[in-house]
Nanobody
Framework: QVQLVESGGGLVQAGGSLRLSCAAS??????MGWYRQAPGKQRELVAR???????TVADSVKGRFTISRDNAKNTVYLQMNDLKPEDTAVYYC????????WGQGTLVTVSS
C-alpha cells in the first residue's frame, strides 16, 4: 500500500520551533518535501530533498527551516525554527517517484 504518514504541527508562539515528519511507504520516491498553503493563498514549495542529497529551500524560510531525509526509512523531516505568524499554514508532505503522493496536511499555527 502506497501511503504517506505525517506527524508534527500544532500551535506555537512566534520564535518557537516545530518539527514535521513524513514517512512514505509502498514505492520508491526520488524527491520528498514539504509544501504549504495559507488561507487565501496558493500552495507553495517550502523545501524539497532528493535521494541523491540535493535540497531546495524557499527563500522565505532559508536560515530558519531545515529539511533532512533518512533514505533508509523513506522519511523526510522539516525542522522549523524561529517561526513567524506568516508561517501559519497547512503543511503538506509530497513524495515523487513512480507515483506523485500527497499527505493529508498538518496545520501549523504561529501566534504573535
Amino acid at each position: 500500500q502506497v501511503q504517506l504518514v505525517e506527524s508534527g504541527g500544532g500551535l506555537v508562539q512566534a520564535g518557537g520551533s516545530l518539527r514535521l515528519s513524513c514517512a512514505a511507504s509502498g514505492s520508491i520516491f526520488n524527491a520528498m518535501g514539504w509544501y504549504r498553503q495559507a488561507p487565501g493563498k496558493q500552495r507553495e514549495l517550502v523545501a524539497r530533498s532528493t535521494s541523491d542529497g540535493r535540497t531546495t529551500v524557499a527563500d522565505s524560510v532559508k536560515g530558519r527551516f531545515t529539511i533532512s531525509r533518512d533514505n533508509a526509512k523513506n522519511t523526510v523531516y522539516l525542522q522549523m525554527n524561529d517561526l513567524k505568524p506568516e508561517d501559519t499554514a497547512v503543511y503538506y508532505c509530497n513524495a515523487r517517484g513512480f507515483v506523485d503522493l500527497w499527505g493529508q496536511g498538518t496545520l501549523v499555527t504561529v501566534s504573535s
